[in-house]
């Protein structure tokens, strides 16, 4: 229970910092492209890159690294996760899976999302 408490702790500071950083970014840039979250997504990797070479260094224990990976940079951004996976697939050897995994994500993740927009999409109003 007190990993769940952890990791539900960290996935609010997180998501809190997302709306936030993400939401400021976008205002500022004035744009359609959606910089807020693009810079998001590049900053949680980034800090989940630098948590794991801390974590390694400096030995980490486990409800701290869950607090911190899974539970704040989780629910800062999960494409953190999705890049950390990737990285950890590559560097040990299985470039195969890595890029099955990578392609699959975007391209089935990107179907499924227009698959759920097109099944719930609202029925044309007719007169």
Known sequence: MKLIL????GSFIGGILRYLLS???QLKAAAT???GTFAVNLIGCFLIGCLYGFSEKWNLNMETKLLLTTGLLGGFT???A???ESYQLIKA???TMAITYLAGSVVLGLALTFAGAWLFKPAP???
């Open 6 to 9: 952890l990791v539900g702790l």
């Open 23 to 25: 939401s400021s970014i």
């Open 125 to 127: 109003v007719s007169m």
């Open 78 to 80: 999960t494409f953190s």
């Open 82 to 84: 999705f890049s950390f």
């Open 33 to 35: 492209f959606p910089y």
């Open 93 to 95: 050897g299985h470039l």
